[in-house]
């Protein structure tokens, strides 16, 4: 098989809707195409300074959520990146050919610098690099990851190229986003009117999250007083709330709220309450199997060594091939 997919998920906390329309749901029914690594970055986690018990938590948690959200260990490579120590030596190598500018100009370390003033370390300036090394120590050719990605992804397919060039070799392909044709990276909005939903924003929705702590939050969402002229443009926070249901709500319904919207007859209340049930809906099975899952330790140890043993296989190739031309050659 030559199509090779990376998609990684930080262990910073529950999976969140985002995470599931951005990187997961997408590619749920292509895993018999593909060859598959789904990968939990918890070395990408520690750029927060988590506690011990905290990071094993939490990596725990979101491999019993990929399980719970349909990613099959048998079809699929799925482990953790700590237990794949040839990343990082491919890091290091990768490192040494990314300058400090071109990572001190990237969004998301910028973002980051400016939030969090007091800890700007250098994994953090490296996160870029690291990322690459996960996506080219498979060779993936396609990386399924939300429209929030896009300059990282943008990133390793600079390093990749750039190693290739160095080395005048093809050993990577140069990734890809992984979207279907004609569709966009996803950006699935916060609840609060700003941007996109995510981790540190605090503004999301879990897969785990329990249907009365959903239904309150999506009935506090950010809206306005409401259109005042009929087919009127509609202001970001309204836009999020549609682009959250035309996700988990059937078209119909949106059309409906749609259609009420351009009559000026909308009624933000209603429409949330049909947002919250839908979500609802969509995330109570896929919780039921969160809960399942994350009880049974066997299980989740069984499917980490597996997987764990996999990914070791494909990338102890790639280190060997890297090695050998960068010119670590051995003398015995
Ligand atoms: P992370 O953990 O922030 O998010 C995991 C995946 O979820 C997507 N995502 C979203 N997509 C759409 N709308 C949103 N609101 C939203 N929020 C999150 C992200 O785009 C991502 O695909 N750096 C990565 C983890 C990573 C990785 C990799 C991914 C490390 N190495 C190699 C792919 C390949 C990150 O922090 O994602």
Redesign the pocket.
Known sequence: MNNTV?????S?GNL????Y???VKNFIKMQDDYNSYF?I?DW?SLTTHPTPDALHQNVKQVLAEYLACGIDPEKSTIFI?SDVPEILELYTLLNMNAYLGELERTTSFKDKARKNPENVNAGLLT?PV??AA??LIHKAQF???????EQ??EM?RKFAKRFNRMYKTETFPIPRPFVFDGEDM?????LDGSG????SEGNAICLAEDPKSIQKKVMRAVTDQGPTEMNQEKPQVIKNLFDLMEVVSTPDTVQYFDNLYNKCEIRYGDMKKQLAADIIDFTTPIRERILDISADDAYLGKVAKMGAEKARESAVKTVKEVRELIGFRKFY
């Open positions: 990376v998609s990684g998920i930080r910073t969140h809707l985002g995470n329309f951005g990187a990968f970055a990408h990146q996160y690291l990322m996960d996506i990386v399924p990851v939300g429209k929030d990605q990282n992804l390793a996803v950006k699935i909005p916060g996109k939903m995510g981790k």
